[in-house]
């Protein structure tokens, strides 16, 4: 029986420090300069994550996730913003009320995904800094 204990405590010891690990990369990405709170649509669920501006690209990572390689990546002169809303009434137990869905065109993919009010500004921003094609 000692044995199924320190199972236990060590299986709930495991768990523990991914879930410190997890937070704690989230803690730094988000503390990192072009990082915003963002979700991604991906059929009908939403994603969240972070997403980081580097150079021409807006990098999504996943909220749940220890890895560090981004799930998407949009690069500024291959997107094309289609239109911006508010969201859905199926989507308001899925995303707060305040956000912004954009419905962008990339590399040949339509791409949804809600940010905040501000945030929304500084990505329209980021697109318009680019050169000309």
């Known amino acids: 029986m000692h044995t199924v204990d320190v199972i ?6 495991v768990i523990a420090v991914l879930f410190a690990a997890i937070l704690a990369r989230q803690r730094y ?26 150079g021409g690209e807006l990098r999504f990572y996943r909220a749940l996730g220890v890895g560090t390689h981004p799930t998407r990546v949009l690069r500024r002169g291959h997107v094309q913003v289609l239109g911006r809303r508010a969201p859905l009434e199926s989507e308001r ?8 869905v954009i419905e962008c065109r990339a590399d040949g993919e339509t791409v949804a995904f809600a940010i905040g009010e501000s945030a929304f500004t500084g990505f329209v921003s980021w697109l318009e ?3 000309p094609l």
């Open 129 to 131: 800094s680019s050169a």
């Open 8 to 13: 236990v405590v060590c299986t709930a010891v």
């Open 29 to 54: 990405m988000l503390r990192t300069t072009g990082a915003v709170p963002l979700a991604m649509q991906r059929g009908n669920r939403w994603l969240y994550g972070i997403g980081r501006y580097r």
């Open 93 to 100: 137990g899925s995303l707060p009320s305040t956000a912004v």
